[in-house]
């Protein structure tokens, strides 16, 4: 299994490309892998081939209408592993000894 966090958007589409970067995460969020998105990207979980499928999907996407898109994309890959996008987390909070802030834990304390 490999994590594959990326960033991606269109260089000319001016300051705010949220309504691009919401059909990525539309493409990401249909193709069933676990994800998480944050400030600054998105982590998905899978096998090799299914994560650069997702990634491909995505680039087709916005480039049906953007001549030109930024791509950051970095993969980690642990034979015999899954879950990790939780379980490196609670590695960390383990030998911190207590809970840091994550992805949907900001969340889920406002809304309570």
């Known amino acids: 299994m490999v994590l594959l966090e990326f960033s991606m958007s269109p260089l ?3 300051d705010s490309v949220s309504q ?3 059909r990525s995460i539309d493409i990401i969020d249909r ?4 994800y998480r998105l ?5 982590i998905i979980e899978g096998e090799i081939d299914e994560v650069l499928a997702v990634l ?5 996407a916005m480039a049906a209408d953007c001549d030109r898109i930024t791509c ?4 980690d890959y642990r034979a015999g592993y899954s879950g990790r996008l939780q379980t490196k987390v609670d590695s960390v909070e383990q030998k ?16 309570s």
């Open 38 to 42: 944050h400030a600054m990207g998105t």
């Open 31 to 34: 193709s069933g892998l676990d």
């Open 72 to 75: 950051s994309a970095k993969l």
């Open 12 to 14: 000319n589409k001016g």
């Open 56 to 60: 491909k999907a995505c680039l087709e």
């Open 96 to 111: 911190l000894g207590r809970r840091v802030k994550t992805l949907g834990s900001a969340s889920s304390e406002q809304d």
């Open 20 to 22: 691009y970067v919401a």
